[in-house]
C-alpha cells in the first residue's frame, strides 16, 4: 500500500478541514475533553503531513480505538444512547484522521464525515444547516476527486468544478428519489423522539409570583390552516391545561380527573388544521371548544385534546371546533365544589373582599360585573416585569402592586370568583396569534401563551372571562403579550412603503414551513397526498416503485446523453478552416491529402497528378505556410480565405480535358 | 477483497463476449468497456443504507435528502467513471529491441477523440510477472494524445510480443473501476543475452584467415559513403570542400574480413550459450566499427558495418532456430 507521503498533501489539509468543520458545531452538545482530544488529533495529523513525520503505528491507533470504545461504554453503557453515539462517531473519525496513509484511509474518513452530517440532523435541521452541511458535503466531494487525481494535475478551481459538476448533477436525481422514493414510517428500533427538545411551553402548573420567560419566546408553538375565515380575535382562544387546585400561591391541574362536561352545541363552528411543534407533553391545543377529538387523540373532561404518546415530533391534526357553546349545563356538585376550594389560610384579603361582593351584588352575574369595572376603573397596569411577590400573592397583587400580566389577572380573578361563592377555574392557553398574509396561515409564539378564567353560572354553564382583556384590552385584539403600546408602536414604523421587517418575518417564517412540510416532514402520507395530486391514488410499494424507476431512468438516460456526448475540438483559426475548405475542395475531385502528408507534399504531389491545378494550388499553399509558419506572408488571412474561395478545382479540371 | 479483484476476468467469461482480434490500435467503444464498484464503492454503499436506516428511524427528513444526494453522486461518478474510459483511442508502437533480460518498453499511445478530458488512466500489463510502472497514471487532455510506457520483462530470445493490457480507472470519487483489455498487436525483438566474460575474438578458431589485428586507426585513404558507415568516419573536411560525402578508410580494413561463423563456436558450446557469445562478439565488433560478416545456418550476410547491419545480425541470431 502506498505511504502518506503518496498521499497530495493539499487534499489531506482539505480532508482534515472538513473533518474539523464538522466537529466543531458540535461543541456546545459534547464534553470538553472529547472536542479537545479529536481536534488534537486533526492538529498533530496536519503536523505530521506537513513536517513529514513518521506515522503512527497501526497497534498504537488500534488500541486508541479500543481505549476510545471502552470510554463511551464505561460512560454511556454497553448500549450507547444517541449522545454516546455521537461521541463515539466523532472520536472514530478522530482516530481515522490520525490514520491518512492511503486513499482508501482517506475514503473511510470521507464516509465518517458522512455520518457526522447525520449527527447534526439529530440537533437540529434548519434550512441554514442543511445549507452549511451541503458546502461540507461539496467539500468533501472535492476532497475525494483530489485523491483521485493521482497525477496531480488538475488544479484546485478544476477539482471544485468537477466537484460541483457532480453534485449539481446529482441533485436532480436526488430529488426525484426524495419525493418518490417509498417512504416508511419510522421508526424501526428503539425510541426515535427527537433529541435536544426538552419539555417547552406551557406546563401543567402556574404561580404568578414566579418570573415569566416564556411570554418573551418567539419560538414558534404551533400553525393553523383555517378552512375558512370568519374567527375574531376575540374567539382565539387556544384551549390548553386547565388549572383546578390553588395553594395560595401555585395553581395545579391536579391528578383527579372529573367526569366528561355535557357540551351544546351552537351554529357556529370552524374547521382548521393544526401543525405542532414538539414540546414533550400529550396536550394539543384547540380553539375552544374542540368538538371532537382527532385521530389519535381523545377529548378530556376538560375538553382539552390529549394525544397518547407525548409529543415530539412535530405532529399536523385537522380539528373543528364550536365557536357558539354552553358547556357543562349540568355540571355535578362534585365538580363544582372543587372548583370553589381555597386554601383556608391564605390570601385573606382577597376572601373577605369576595365575600363583601357576594353579599353586595347576589348572585354571579353581579360579582362578575363588579370585579371586571374594579379592574377596569382602578389604577391596575399590564406588564411582563412585574414586582416579585410574597406568600399571599393575590393579595399583594390585588392590593399593593397591582401590576402584572396575564396570570396575575387570571390568578385573582378565579380567587375572588370562589371566594364569592361563584365556581371558577383557570385555563392556560395561547391567545390570539399572529397572521401570515404571505403563505395565509396563523402562528401562534410562545409570546402569545395566555391564561384566563371560566365561571360556571347556573344559566350558562362555564362561561370564559378574560380579565386581562378588562386592564389591557390591547393584549387581546393584537393577540401578543408584549404591552400593547409597544406593538402599537412598531406597528407605526412599518407603515412605510416599503417592506418591513415583519414582512420580512413573514417570509421567513413561511419558507421555515414550507421547509418543514416539504423537507423535514415529508412522510409516507404526504407522499401519497402528491402522487394524488398528480392523479396516482393509492399508490403502494410497487407502484411507486415502478414509478420510481420510470422517472430515474430517463434522468439517468439525460445524464449519460449529456455526459458522454461528443465534443468537437475548439473551432480553428480562420486560416486553418480556410486551408481545411480548400483540402475538402480537393478531395470532392480525387485528390484527398495523406494524413502524412505536409503542406509542400501535398502540392507537390498534385502538381504531379493534377497539373492543370499546380498554380492555384502552389499560391495557396504558399499563402498558408507563410500565413501559419513564417514572420512574413504573401497575402493576409483575408486573402488567402478569397483565394480559396475562388479555388475551383472541378471547373478547372473539366476545362482543362483532364478526367477524374 | 480478493475475490473482488477476480471479478472482472470472471464477469468477462461469463459474458462470453468475443475477443477482439489484435491491431495496432484500438478505440475504447462501449462494448469494449466494463465497469463495476469498487470495494470503496460498496463501502459507500453500505454507508448511504445506514444513513437512510438512522433516518427512516429518527424520522430525519434531511438525512434522507443526504442519502438520495449520496446515492445520486454514485450514479454520477458512474457515468463519470465510464465516460473517463469510453471512446478512447489506444495504440501502440513496437518496442526498440533488447537484449534477453531487460524489459522490453513498450510505448503506448493514448488518444482522446470525444473532447473529454480524462484524467489518471492506469495502463497495464496484464501478464503475470509484467513490471508495472513507477508512475502508471496518464492524464489526457481534451483532443489530445499522451504516451505512456509499458516495460515487459523479456525472458527469452526472439520475438516478444504486447501482452494484453488493461487500460482501467476510478476517477472521479474511486467508487466504480472502469476497464478494457485490450490486445495490441506490437512486437519486440529479444536479441540473446550477450556472454558476460566470452574468449577473444581473435582466439577464437575457425575465424576467415587474415585477420589483421592492428589497432584500426592508421588512416588508408578514402572511399565514397555508404549508408550505414559511422559519422566519426565521415570525412566532414571533404564535405566542406563540396566533394560529398566520403568515409575515411582505415587500414584494418581492407586487410581482411571478419566472419562469425557459426561452426566455430557451436560444436564446443550449446546452441544458446552459442547464440549468447556471438551476441558478444556483434556488439564487440560494432563498438570497434569493424565490418564483418555473419554465417549462421539459414542466415548468411556479407560482411558490413552500421546499425542496421548489426540489428539484422543480432536479429537472425535472435530468431535462431525459431520460425520467423
Known sequence: MSSAATLRTGAVYSLLGAMAALIVPHTPRLPDWLMLTVLAFLLWQSLATALRWKPLSRWLLAGMSVAATAAVVISFGPVPDREGSVVLLVLMAGLKCLELRSVRDAHVATLLGHFLIVTHFLYSQTALLAAFLALILLWLVATGVAFQDRNRTLPPVRILRTAAVIAGSALPLAALLFLLFPRVQGPLFGDAATPGRATTGLGDAMSPGDIVDLGLSDEVAFRVDFDAVGVGAHEMYWRGPVLWDFDGRTWRAGRRANPPATVRAGRRETGYRVTLEPHGRRWMFALDVPAAAPAGAVLGADLLLRAQHPIRTRTRYVVRSLLDYRVGLEESEHVLRRALRLPPDANPRTVALGTLLRTRSGDGHGVLAEVLSMFRQQPFHYTLAPPALGRDSVDEFLFDTRRGFCEHYASAFAVIMRAAGVPARIVTGYQGGEYNNVGNYLVVRQSHAHAWVEVWLPDQGWRRVDPTAAVAPGRVETGSALPWRDQDASRARDTGGWPSWIDARQVLDHLTRSWNDWVLDYSAERQRGLLRYVGLSDAGWPRLAALLAAAVAPAVAALAALRLRHRPALRADRVDRAYARFCSKLERVGCARRPHEGPYDFARRIAMTRPALSVPVDQITLAYVGLRYAHAAPVSAAGLEALVRAFAPRRVLRQSGARY | ?324
Open chain 2, 1 to 324: 477483497m480478493n475475490w473482488l479483484a477476480k471479478l472482472p476476468d470472471a464477469l468477462a467469461h461469463r459474458l462470453g463476449r468475443a475477443p477482439v482480434p489484435p491491431s495496432a490500435n484500438a478505440r475504447l467503444t462501449r462494448e469494449r468497456v466494463y465497469i463495476l464498484p469498487t470495494a470503496a464503492g460498496l463501502l459507500s454503499a453500505l454507508t448511504v443504507l445506514l444513513i437512510l436506516l438512522a433516518s427512516i428511524n429518527y424520522g430525519l427528513g434531511l438525512g434522507f435528502a443526504l442519502s438520495f444526494l449520496l446515492a445520486g453522486i454514485g450514479v454520477v461518478t458512474l457515468v463519470l467513471t465510464y465516460r473517463n474510459l469510453a471512446g478512447l483511442h489506444v495504440r501502440a508502437c513496437d518496442a526498440a529491441p533488447v537484449f534477453c533480460g531487460t524489459p522490453a518498453a513498450f510505448i503506448v499511445d493514448l488518444h482522446d477523440g470525444s473532447g473529454a478530458a480524462r484524467h489518471a488512466l492506469e495502463v497495464r500489463a496484464r501478464l503475470q510477472g509484467a513490471a508495472s510502472l513507477a508512475d502508471p497514471y496518464v492524464d489526457v487532455p481534451a483532443h489530445a494524445e499522451r504516451q505512456c510506457l509499458v516495460r515487459v520483462d523479456a525472458p527469452a530470445r526472439g520475438t516478444l510480443t504486447l501482452p494484453a493490457l488493461r487500460v482501467s480507472t476510478t476517477f472521479p470519487l474511486g467508487l466504480f473501476r472502469a476497464w478494457s483489455d485490450l490486445d495490441l498487436a506490437a512486437r519486440c525483438t529479444v536479441y540473446p543475452r550477450p556472454e558476460p566474460r566470452p574468449p577473444p575474438l581473435a582466439s577464437a578458431p575457425g575465424l576467415a584467415p587474415g585477420i589483421a589485428r592492428t589497432s584500426g586507426d592508421d588512416f588508408a585513404g578514402l572511399r565514397d559513403y555508404v549508408p550505414g558507415d559511422a559519422p566519426a568516419h565521415i570525412a566532414w573536411t571533404a564535405l566542406a570542400r563540396g566533394s560529398g560525402l566520403v568515409t575515411r578508410r582505415f587500414q584494418a580494413e581492407p586487410a581482411g574480413q571478419i566472419w562469425l561463423r557459426w561452426h566455430s563456436v557451436s560444436p564446443q558450446l550449446e546452441t544458446e550459450q552459442a547464440l549468447m557469445r556471438l551476441t558478444r562478439w556483434i556488439l564487440d565488433l560494432a563498438t570497434e566499427d569493424r565490418a564483418f560478416g555473419l554465417d549462421v545456418p539459414g542466415c548468411l550476410r556479407a560482411p558490413g558495418r552500421g546499425r542496421a547491419h548489426v540489428h539484422a545480425c543480432l536479429c537472425a541470431l535472435a530468431c535462431f532456430g525459431r520460425r520467423q
